[in-house]
């Protein structure tokens, strides 16, 4: 058998490991861990990129320059979600921006999301969403903070049932209305989930973790360093030496090992304005991911700084 980049991908994946392609250098950068949408079967890299806060720069072409770079960086690292909301000011149209300067890459994952209190106004504003992109379709959509959720929901059904979108989610942050979120998770076919989740903000694992699995649902994990408050929190202490066990040489790349651990996870979005941090982000999926114990022991170290 002819040993392809996605078998071998795929082969990785399976394994829980992050390996070096067939035929790269020696020292190329790893792929990243890869994880399957229950729904479809579909392989995603486990890091994504987030652009709430750090993508909304107007109109500054030397901002949106850099913004571009960042997105070159991601994918140059393995990377395919990028996830938006027509809440995150200029984002979509910086998104749309990097994407047309570096030539529509194929790999990209639009995670996408509808966020109005008029119903009949969603399908209206994921168009222009799209437009901002620039993207034929796209890949996900999904109900932002559960606003108007009953209607966006038929209306993405819709979309999704006429292959105008791919999936269909819906979001929270912050560990809001998590008891309605659940509610929605049995009621409905969702394909992705996305919520709050790290290493201090564990209530997901009590119940929305374990029901993501059971009902067949992807995992997207916001807000993995609280808007960086958790790793500036870090900044100063010192990152214990059997972190190295799990391959993770900065606060960042512990926070996610740790999420990315979860076997609910399927990918975790950070966010970020610097190209080495996006490559540090993609590089915390490569190498070995924390087993249960070490989990423990993680979570105790933070626990106790």
Not at 87 to 114: C, D, H, T
Not at 256 to 265: A, D, Q
Request: neutral net charge; hydrophobic residues 45%.
């Amino acid at each position: 058998m002819i040993i392809t980049r996605r078998i071998f991908v795929k082969a990785a994946a399976a394994s829980g490991a992050a390996l070096v392609l067939p035929g790269t250098a020696p020292g190329a950068p790893r792929a990243p861990v890869m994880r399957a949408v229950p729904s479809s079967g579909e392989m995603l890299p486990a890091v994504g990129l987030g652009t709430w806060i750090t993508f909304n720069v107007g109109d500054d072409p030397v901002l949106r320059d850099e913004c571009a770079e960042v997105i070159a960086a991601f994918f140059a690292a393995g990377g395919r979600m990028i996830d938006s909301s027509p809440m995150y000011g200029s984002s979509q149209p910086v998104i749309g921006y990097g994407l047309e300067k570096l030539g529509r890459p194929e790999a990209l994952f639009s995670a996408e999301k509808v966020w109005t209190s008029s119903a009949a106004d969603g399908p209206a504003q994921i168009e222009q969403s799209r437009r901002f992109w620039g993207v034929p379709r796209f890949d996900l959509v999904q109900v932002h903070n559960l606003v108007a959720w009953e209607t966006h929901l038929e209306t993405l059904f819709a979309m999704k049932a006429d292959g105008r979108i791919r999936y269909v989610g819906i979001t929270t942050s912050e560990g809001r209305r998590h008891d309605l979120f659940e509610q929605i998770m049995r009621a409905h076919p969702l394909d992705f989930v996305q919520f709050t989740y790290n290493v201090v903000d564990r209530e997901a694992e009590e119940r929305l973790l374990p029901l993501a699995a059971e009902r067949g649902m992807a995992v997207i994990v916001n807000r993995p360093f609280r808007q960086g408050a958790l790793t500036r929190q870090f900044q100063g202490e010192t990152l214990p030496d059997w972190a190295a066990e799990i391959g993770a040489v900065t606060w960042a790349q512990f926070i996610l090992k740790f999420i990315l651990s979860h076997p609910s996870v399927t990918v975790a979005i950070p966010a970020t304005t610097r190209v080495d941090h996006v490559r540090e982000n993609v590089m915390a999926a490569t190498g070995p991911l924390p087993g249960a114990s070490m989990r423990d022991r993680m979570a105790a170290y933070v626990r106790d700084l």
